[in-house]
């Protein structure tokens, strides 16, 4: 089944968006996934230049026919990012008339952060299964860092964006974050993917650009306290 599988991460400011000081310092991933048989493909976090992320794709032979973001933030699928305009969907919807797949709690802050309206979105819940050629990439809702933040599991890949980091987890101090469901999130929600399956991050933020969930259980100091207290104690701000 793996024979066809089409997959990229693609490091912003490095891989594309080259040359962009924003990029270079956020250390964002975007991802293409997609079927080299059916040659469809679905773009994650378009952020900093998606155009070229189309061009990327489209070079290796595939056509972009859907885009999922897991979380609203700008620096993964563009807006007001601290006064800086950040290309991403707005700017990608002009250039394909694709559908935006999204976690229903995260359509108003998606909408309200990229002017892109609500019609353009499709809502998900957790473990809805989207169809990429014959692949089947399924959501799953994990809140903390946004109350909307989602991961996504495709062949034997977990998308993680902001919520788990081979080193660390995202932020939980924003005014709308739930350090408590992020706890959850870590623990429970993601409790049921194999030591086997690779963690590809949001962001940069290791050595590693992936690792798999077994070595990350063993060294992600987030992790490792043993209960919802002591977790909080430690980590929410
Ligand atoms: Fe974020």
């Keep these: 089944m793996s024979d066809s599988f089409y997959f990229r991460q693609l490091l912003a400011g490095r891989d594309f968006a080259v040359g962009n000081d924003i990029a270079r310092q956020m250390l964002n991933f975007a991802y293409a996934i997609g079927d080299r048989e059916t040659g469809e493909a679905i773009l994650v976090d378009p952020s900093y230049h998606p155009t070229e992320l189309v061009e990327i794709v489209e070079a290796d032979g595939l056509k972009v026919v859907g885009v999922i973001a897991t979380h609203f933030h700008a620096d993964h699928i563009g807006g007001d990012l601290m006064g ?36 353009n979105l499709v809502q998900h819940e957790s473990h809805d299964i989207l169809k990429v050629g014959k692949y089947e990439i399924e959501f799953i809702h994990t809140p903390g860092h946004t109350p909307g933040s989602q991961c996504m599991l495709v062949n034997n890949c977990l998308i993680s964006g902001d919520t788990l980091f081979v080193d660390g987890c995202g932020r939980t101090d924003f005014p709308y974050s739930q350090p408590e469901e992020m706890y959850i999130s870590l623990n429970e929600r993601l409790a049921g993917i194999k030591d086997e399956v690779v963690l590809y991050p949001g962001h940069l933020y290791s050595a590693e650009r992936h690792s798999p969930m077994g070595e990350v259980r063993k060294n992600n100091f987030v992790l490792a306290p043993v209960s919802k207290e002591q977790w909080l104690a430690m980590f929410a701000r």
């Excluded at 995260?106 to 909408?111: I, N």
Aim: no cysteine; charged share 15%.
């Design 84 to 119: 800086y305009e950040i290309p991403g969907i707005a700017e990608l919807l002009q250039h394909r008339n694709v559908p935006i797949h999204v976690q229903t709690t995260e359509v108003a802050w998606v909408t309200k952060g990229t002017g892109v309206e609500a019609v």
